[in-house]
């Protein structure tokens, strides 16, 4: 069965940093990619930043470029997403999910629920 957890979330300072994990189970990391996804409040699920684990190749999307870097471990079954510095604007559930396509700049995610994580809540304020 698969199985993904997500944490790492907390409450933040503006500028200051976090690190998300996304620990998998019940699969193989191999011949997947895998992303990061955040939902604001009132506001649509947005793609952040996903990484093919064949071949180690990420893409991060534009509003968080420069901020944000994607990494694995292999032998741990574990994908981070280094946060560095956060803005308030970043504050939101932060979810990891397998099956993910990079489609015309865009994150897409998997349409089944089963491939998804339960949520890691991250909030950036002062």
């Known amino acids: 069965q698969v199985q993904l957890v997500e944490s790492g979330g907390g409450l933040v300072q503006p500028g200051g940093s976090l690190r998300l994990s996304c620990a998998a189970s019940?699969?193989?990391?191999?011949?997947?990619?895998i992303g990061w996804f955040r939902q604001a409040p009132g506001k649509e699920r947005e793609g952040v930043s996903c990484?093919?684990?064949?071949?180690?190749?990420?893409y991060v999307a534009d509003s968080v470029k420069g901020r944000f870097t994607i990494s694995r471990d292999d032998y741990k079954k574990t994908v981070y997403l280094q946060m560095n510095s956060l803005k308030p604007e970043d504050t939101a559930i932060y979810y990891c999910?397998?099956?993910?396509?990079?489609?015309?700049?865009?994150?897409?995610?998997?349409?089944?629920?089963?491939?998804w994580g339960q949520g890691t809540q991250v909030t950036v304020s002062s």
């Open positions: 990484i093919s684990i064949p071949d180690g190749t990420t």
């Open positions: 019940g699969f193989t990391l191999d011949g997947y990619a």
């Open positions: 999910a397998i099956h993910v396509t990079l489609v015309g700049g865009r994150i897409w995610g998997p349409r089944d629920d089963d491939y």
